[in-house]
């Protein structure tokens, strides 16, 4: 089955620069690569996606890559602020079920 | 558009006792998601439905465990004879076949002591 791996565990960052987490995955057959931010205690939130037609996405400061080829996928964050702090997951997405596997999560401090 | 919104936010219960957890998905999708969180970890499938039916169900979910959506609105998921590895934070998703993007609700924490 799907197998997706995430790092940094944790990433700790001076506010307004730059954050970088890396994801790989497994099956060459998923489609579609969600993140999503979590806070405490807070369920996972949707922040970008990408699908496996296109090979960057961006919106604001956040961006999105995807290789295929290597089957790995990134999120950056620029000019980073504290409130960006949260616990971030990848995931990636196969078939006509939609179900994601998840990635074990990085926990990004900004620091002030 | 609410959002997926789940009841309870906390339950905490005694090893052995039963409990119920209800998702209500956004009103137009069809398709309706189970995933269960441990601390530390992402979270891991459980189950789905599409409308009514169950379509796929993970060796995670023990025979202690059952979900349904009786009228492909809300669903429940019901633990039997609790055990304190069930212990996590259970989370509904729901999104519209065929479109990918999948919203969370903010999950039900199951605590057993």
């Known amino acids: 089955g799907e197998n997706v791996e995430q790092h940094p565990s944790t990433l700790s960052v001076q506010e307004g620069d730059s954050a970088v987490i890396k994801c790989t995955y497994s099956?060459?057959?998923?489609?579609?690569f969600p993140w999503y931010k979590q806070e405490l205690g807070k369920g996972p939130q949707l922040i970008i996606d990408i699908r496996s037609n296109v090979g960057e996405k961006k919106d604001q400061r956040i961006a999105v890559t995807l290789n295929k080829t290597a089957k790995h996928f990134s999120l950056h964050i620029t000019e980073t602020q504290p409130e960006d702090s949260a616990v971030y997951f990848c995931?990636?997405?196969?078939?006509?079920?939609?179900?994601?596997?998840f990635g074990q999560g990085t926990r990004l401090t900004i620091n002030p | 558009d609410t959002g997926v919104s789940q009841n309870p936010r906390h339950k905490i219960t005694k090893r052995g006792q039963n409990v119920t957890f209800r998702c209500d998905p956004i009103s137009e999708h069809n398709r309706l998601y189970w995933y269960r969180q441990t601390l530390g970890q992402g979270p891991e499938f459980l189950t789905y439905?599409?409308?009514?039916?169950?379509?796929?169900k993970s060796r995670l979910l023990s025979d202690r465990f059952s979900a349904e959506r009786p009228k492909g609105s809300f669903s429940t998921l019901e633990i039997q004879r609790t055990e304190q590895g069930d212990s996590a934070m259970y989370l509904c998703?729901?999104?519209?076949?065929?479109?990918?993007?999948?919203?969370f609700g903010p999950g039900t924490r199951l605590t057993v002591t």
């Open positions: 995931a990636a997405s196969i078939g006509g079920a939609q179900k994601l596997v």
């Open positions: 998703a729901s999104s519209l076949a065929g479109v990918a993007r999948t919203p």
């Open positions: 099956d060459s057959a998923s489609n579609y």
């Open positions: 439905f599409q409308n009514e039916a169950q379509l796929e």
